[in-house]
């Protein structure tokens, strides 16, 4: 349940920090057969699926690093489910991101990892 907490209160920080930096909100924990996408956000002409990771000791990776291949796959998968409901052209530029948050409940420090991976 903590851990549940301290999760979303990461997501509302990131989409906050996300803000400022230009981005606009589309969609925020999109969830389907395939798995959930915490944020879908708008960069300029570029949709944006974005993964927050929420690490509370820094001694075990990034929070990059805790996206296993198979991880990857589901957020590739859930953002292509989302793509077909959510029709906003079909030439529209795509990226998943990652925002690795560190510090625990306080979310002292954000990282933003811009093309993370791709599909």
């Known amino acids: 349940m903590l851990s549940q907490i301290a999760g979303r209160q990461a997501?509302?920080?990131a989409e906050k920090y996300l803000h400022r930096q230009g981005l606009t909100t589309l969609n925020k924990n999109y969830q389907?057969?395939?798995g959930e996408l915490d944020l879908i956000m708008q960069d300029g002409d570029e949709l944006v699926f974005i993964e927050v990771r929420l690490r509370s000791k820094q001694g075990f990776g990034s929070g990059?690093?805790?996206i296993t291949y198979h991880k990857q796959q589901r957020?590739?998968?859930t953002a292509k489910h989302?793509?077909?409901q959510h029709s906003r052209g079909l030439n529209q530029y795509c990226r998943f991101d990652?925002?690795?948050v560190d510090g625990g409940l306080t979310c002292?420090?954000?990282n933003w990892i811009k093309n993370?991976?791709?599909e």
């Open 32 to 34: 389907c057969r395939f």
């Open 64 to 66: 990059a690093d805790s």
């Open 11 to 13: 997501e509302r920080h």
């Open 75 to 77: 957020l590739t998968a």
């Open 82 to 84: 989302y793509l077909t």
């Open 116 to 118: 993370a991976f791709s």
């Open 108 to 110: 002292r420090h954000v």
């Open 98 to 100: 990652v925002i690795s």
